[in-house]
């Protein structure tokens, strides 16, 4: 026993050190304990009220466990049977009015936060209704009101709800933005769609998840929510909607048009449907939701090869075939990425 002893104690310094360092790990913007909008608060107020109900009762139960250990122990040389408590009316009414107490301090709110989260703004003239449709490995943001789509990064006005219907054009994914709020499943192949809206206070950008597992590249399945001023949406629309200019040099333009375009979408061009809309795609933060465009030696012409180059090795898993099962040039390559990190909305 004295051996397990002193290996405990060795044990818990570096225990307790662990947890310390462990609880400094992860990123800022993915944290539910850092809440960004109303809906994020309400959840996080939720948790707070929930936890500390439960750390309430674990303190009390441990001391008074730790109390009976200590004052009812067995004294050397006593061989009394212990009084006996069974039966006991006031204590049995005690353990369980007070469940019962702490059940409602828990339930009542708890009730009144789903069901207000709950609210459908499918009808609201006032709300931004937006369609959201996931893949392997990329979200799609549809606007239906506006008659535009993007990927990748969610552009939304601060100030108003923001309506969210979801489904999945593959797997089951789940749709998340940890300090904004969340999450909801995207389902594939039932006919159903969830509904989730969102509130975003604060102009700001919020990093985006999939929280369900939905294959190897599930970690890299990222978004942005940008959450700009209403002016600057407005323009944002507008110049989502504006005519493409496509490439001047004709090798390049016939290169995006046979080769890009049969899939994917830019401009007025929306015939792609079944790869991400490349709309203004220079003016984004990353490229294929990973690949940071401010990071040191990195740019978006940069980021855009790596990708097309080797799409498996950014992605595994992902759709789309790499430069050469595409039959690009090197000189394609490098006209394709170069226009499009051009291609640049001012918003």
């Known amino acids: 026993m004295m051996n397990r002893w002193r ?3 060795r044990l818990l310094p570096l225990m307790a050190g662990v947890v310390l360092l462990l609880s400094a790990c992860g990123r800022e913007d993915l944290s539910t304990l850092n809440p960004q909008g109303p809906v994020a608060q309400k959840q996080f107020d939720l948790m707070t009220l929930s936890i500390s109900i439960m750390a309430l009762v674990v303190i009390i139960v441990f001391a008074i466990c730790i109390y009976v250990l200590i004052r009812f122990r067995r004294r050397k040389g006593d061989k009394s049977v212990p009084k006996q408590v069974e039966g006991n009316h006031t204590l049995e009414i005690i353990w369980t009015v007070i469940p019962i107490i702490l059940l409602l301090i828990l339930g009542v709110p708890t009730i009144n936060t789903v069901f207000g989260l709950a ?38 006005p601060t100030g108003k709800k923001i309506q969210f219907t979801l489904a999945s ?23 159903t769609t969830n509904k989730l809206f969102l509130e975003f206070p604060k102009e700001g950008v919020f990093k985006g998840k999939c929280a369900e597992l939905c294959g190897p590249s599930h970690s890299l399945m990222d978004f942005k929510a940008k959450a700009v001023s209403q002016a600057s949406f407005d323009r944002w629309v507008a110049a989502m909607k504006a005519p493409a200019v496509l490439p001047e040099d004709s090798k390049i333009k016939d290169a995006l048009e046979n080769k890009c375009l049969s899939c994917h979408a830019i401009g007025e061009n929306n015939a792609g449907s079944s790869a991400p809309n490349l709309t203004g795609i220079g003016s984004r933060q990353t490229i294929g939701g990973i690949l940071y465009n401010d990071e040191p030696g990195k740019s978006v012409e940069s980021n855009i090869k790596e990708w097309v180059t080797d799409t498996q090795k950014v992605k595994p898993g992902n759709m789309m075939p790499n430069a050469g099962e595409l039959g690009l040039t090197q000189e394609e390559l490098d006209g394709i990425a170069k226009y499009l990190a051009d291609y640049k909305l001012d918003y």
């Open 119 to 156: 609210k459908d703004y499918s009808k609201d003239p006032n709300a931004v209704q937006v369609t959201v449709t996931s893949h392997q490995y990329w979200w799609e943001f549809e606007y239906p009101e506006y008659g535009i789509k993007t990927a990748q990064e969610l552009v939304v």
């Open 7 to 9: 290996v405990m104690k």
């Open 169 to 191: 054009a593959d797997v089951t994914h789940a749709f998340w933005i940890p300090s904004i709020g969340g999450k909801i499943d995207t389902n594939a192949g039932t006919g």
